[in-house]
């Protein structure tokens, strides 16, 4: 079974600075990798996806992220963050061919000061 | 194009009773995937299902059950309700189609369960 490590709970960060959010799986076998976005009292939204190719992948809202097989890592990043990006951040992974259940790490909070 | 859709949006009950929670997946998709999210926690996955049968199930109890109708929506019922079992219910879909597995998961806004 694969485990994900969000290795921050809370990211407090100024708007317009940038942020990463860490994460990190346990597996480097053929996988898929997912950040997803949850704001106060909703569902999760997906922010972006790795299935394959290109290792940098460019999600909604400017976000992207960078695939990196050899630290089995795939962290989120965006050059400068706005006040409604405040909100809870999962990062998800699945097993490529077995892959009917999705991973998740404990979340990162990430909040947003003006 | 319609997303998850996921009822009620709220319910409380009390301990030993039985719920059902109902989702409708995205247009086009064919599997239904359910996860219980703990306050201040990740989803964890409780099971899915692929043509009405169950094909893959978490680390939970009997106590949580599930059917997939032939439009694809599907059910999620719990049985003897526990205190611990308060949390939001998220419901997701993906397309597994003839290849045999799925790639990406959508969810819906889920229910919020509270046991008394």
């Known amino acids: 079974a694969q485990s994900v490590t969000q290795l921050d709970s809370q990211v407090p960060v100024f708007e317009e600075a940038p942020v990463e959010l860490r994460c990190n799986y346990s597996?480097?076998?053929?996988?898929?990798l997912f950040w997803y976005v949850q704001y106060p009292n909703q569902g999760l939204q997906l922010l972006l996806k790795?299935?394959?190719?290109?290792?940098l992948v460019k999600g909604i809202n400017g976000f992207e992220a960078e695939f990196n097989k050899s630290q089995t890592s795939f962290h989120l990043r965006k050059p400068s963050v706005h006040i409604s990006d405040t909100a809870e951040y999962f990062c998800?992974?699945?097993?490529?061919?077995?892959?009917?259940?999705?991973?998740f790490g404990t979340g990162t909070s990430l909040t947003v000061i003006p | 194009d319609a997303g998850v859709t996921q009822s009620p949006t709220h319910l409380i009950k009390t301990r030993g009773q039985q719920v059902t929670l109902r989702c409708s997946p995205k247009?086009?998709?064919?599997?239904v995937s359910w996860y219980q999210q703990a306050l201040g926690q990740g989803p964890q996955f409780i099971f899915q299902?692929?043509?009405?049968?169950?094909?893959q199930r978490g680390n939970f109890p009997d106590r949580f059950s599930g059917h997939q109708f032939p439009n694809y929506s599907s059910e999620l019922n719990v049985n003897a309700l526990l205190l611990g079992d308060s949390a939001l219910y998220l419901c997701?879909?993906?397309?597994?189609?003839?290849?045999?597995?799925?790639?990406?998961?959508?969810f819906g806004p889920g229910t919020r369960l509270l046991v008394l």
């Open positions: 997701a879909s993906s397309l597994v189609g003839g290849g045999g597995y799925q790639e990406t998961q959508y």
């Open positions: 597996s480097s076998v053929s996988v898929y």
């Open positions: 790795y299935l394959s190719g290109s290792t």
């Open positions: 998800a992974v699945s097993d490529k061919y077995t892959g009917n259940q999705f991973y």
């Open positions: 247009s086009g998709h064919d599997t």
């Open positions: 299902y692929y043509e009405e049968e169950e094909r």
